[in-house]
């Protein structure tokens, strides 16, 4: 009796010992502190959410930023539930209005949004800018409509460019797609901008993905990763690509595989995927 706990302590001890374990709270600032003031942030699940809500009312981490996750904004109590806190969050009805106006497809998808003076974003020079930007939103199930749908183009309406609206990179590519031709990859999330397939900005994803963002851990072998953390150091990867293929389409052939071996010594790919295409991926950007 006195040994079979003194057994399951030693062979079990490295792969429970959380104490040098900090992705959940690295991920969280990561995510907050890259988003533009007054952002309205997207997510999608819990492990996008969760961690995000701890940073801001435990720490008090960027309290400005407006969270949503988009799996939660189809309930009622949800929404009614940031209005109370928030009276100026621009979510139009009631929830039984909101829902007698999901009752039914949708019989016009077009949503028009001008941009009412200047936008919130400087683009690079040369980017045509959008007085206003026409959105072609397409309801996942058939012509029905979810209530996040509506949540999304109030918001959206109301921002106006004026006010950042950001994704988190966890909505994947299928995420909120009806707007991804006008969403610029800023780091860890996507943001809306004015102008149709706008180009990545490099000092603004080094700043977010080198200067702001921590690692902790990804290197370190004798830290176990579990299943979520791998996907989220996946989506580290994937970020990088972007600054990426911004430095070779400049022509920085050396500063770009330098970046490249600076990115497998942060996020080691034999960490996150047995893959021998992600092994080589962020190389191949760089144009070998």
């Given at each position: 009796?006195?040994v079979?706990p003194?057994?399951q302590?030693?062979g079990?001890w490295?792969a429970?010992?959380?104490?040098r374990r900090?992705f959940t709270?690295d991920?969280a600032?990561n ?6 003031e ?10 996008d959410t969760?961690?995000?809500?701890y ?5 008090g981490?960027r ?12 309930t009622d ?6 209005r109370?806190r ?8 009631t929830?039984?209005e909101r829902?007698a106006?999901n009752a ?7 949503l ?8 919130a974003?400087?683009?690079p020079p ?5 007085d206003?930007v026409?959105?072609?939103p397409?309801?996942p199930f058939?012509g029905?409509?979810?209530p996040?749908?509506?949540v999304v183009?109030?918001i959206?309406?109301?921002a106006a460019?004026r006010?950042?609206v950001?994704v988190?990179?966890?909505?994947g ?6 707007f ?8 860890m999330?996507w943001?809306l901008?004015?102008?149709h ?11 977010n993905?080198?200067?702001r ?10 830290i176990v990763l579990?299943?979520v953390t791998?996907i989220?150091?996946?989506l580290y ?11 070779s389409?400049?022509?920085n052939?050396?500063g ?5 071996v600076?990115?497998?010594s ?14 080589t991926?962020?190389?191949l950007?760089c144009g070998?």
């Amino acid at each position: 009796m006195l040994v079979l706990p003194a057994v399951q302590l030693v062979g079990n001890w490295s792969a429970n010992d959380a104490s040098r374990r900090y992705f959940t709270r690295d991920y969280a600032l990561n995510a907050l502190l890259g988003l533009p003031e007054n952002a309205f942030y997207f997510t999608v699940g819990d492990n996008d959410t969760f961690p995000i809500m701890y940073a801001q009312a435990v720490e008090g981490v960027r309290p400005d930023v407006r969270l949503v996750n988009l799996s939660l904004a189809n309930t009622d109590w949800f929404i009614d539930q940031i209005r109370r806190r928030d009276p100026s969050f621009p979510v139009r009805g009631t929830s039984g209005e909101r829902r007698a106006a999901n009752a039914s497809a949708w019989r016009d998808t077009t949503l028009v949004v001008r941009v009412n003076g200047p936008a919130a974003t400087r683009l690079p020079p040369g980017t045509p800018h959008l007085d206003s930007v026409v959105f072609k939103p397409e309801p996942p199930f058939g012509g029905q409509p979810l209530p996040a749908d509506d949540v999304v183009m109030d918001i959206v309406r109301a921002a106006a460019f004026r006010t950042p609206v950001t994704v988190s990179r966890t909505a994947g590519p299928s995420g909120l797609a009806w707007f991804r031709q006008n969403a610029r990859t800023d780091g860890m999330h996507w943001r809306l901008v004015p102008a149709h397939n706008p180009p990545a900005d490099p000092a603004l994803l080094r700043e977010n993905l080198l200067q702001r963002n921590e690692y902790r851990g990804y290197a370190d072998s004798t830290i176990v990763l579990d299943d979520v953390t791998r996907i989220m150091g996946a989506l580290y990867r994937d970020a990088f690509r972007a600054l990426i293929e911004a430095e070779s389409a400049a022509g920085n052939a050396g500063g770009c595989q330098a970046l490249a071996v600076r990115v497998d010594s942060l996020l080691p790919p034999r960490r996150l995927t047995s893959s021998a295409t992600e092994l080589t991926a962020l190389d191949l950007s760089c144009g070998r």
